[in-house]
């Protein structure tokens, strides 16, 4: 596993400086597999629909996390999709200094049936906000396990975001 640090440095200000410290370049934010949008803004609130493991080339990441996966692996899964939503908050904001308030991740793991460890697995995930976005990306989160995800992707996050006026 990748840990990040929990919090930003406070010397780096921008949302974009940190990724960029943290060696990353956004991609495009990944299209809907579906009927369905990326995001929609109501309000101070912008609601994300569930990212996967999409890689920048469109492979995913798949497979069961606890049989084939492991949780480290499945850690950098959750990071993984942690780029791909901010990727799309990048793109419904134009802007990531919006970003108020990191609300809630809903985190789904593609699980063995006894596999117990999906807090650990989504930390990939945590980890990377709070990196990216500071006191901001503190957030209330929900880690469970699923039979499957759809194109049996190891990850699958959604998140709720307030948004500065």
Not at 87 to 116: C, I, T, Y
Not at 119 to 137: H, M, Q, R, T
């Amino acid at each position: 596993m990748t840990h990040l640090s929990t919090f930003a440095d406070p010397k780096t200000t921008t949302p974009y400086q940190r990724l960029a410290d943290l060696g990353i370049e956004l991609p495009p934010a990944p299209p809907p597999i579906a009927n369905f949008l990326t995001h929609v803004i109501e309000g101070n609130m912008l609601y994300l629909s569930g990212q996967g493991t999409r890689e920048a080339d469109g492979r995913m990441r798949t497979g069961k996390v606890g049989a084939e996966i492991s949780t480290e692996a499945a850690y950098d899964d959750a990071r993984l999709v942690g780029i791909n939503l901010i990727a799309v908050m990048h793109e419904a904001l134009g802007d990531l200094s919006r970003v108020k308030q990191v609300v809630k991740l809903l985190g789904m793991v593609n699980a063995a049936p006894e596999f117990r460890d999906h807090p650990k697995v989504i930390n990939g995930c945590s980890d990377l906000i709070n990196a990216v976005f500071g006191e901001a990306g503190r957030h209330a989160r929900s880690a469970v396990g699923f039979g499957s995800l759809p194109g049996n992707i190891t990850v699958e996050i959604e998140a709720i975001v307030a948004l500065t006026d």
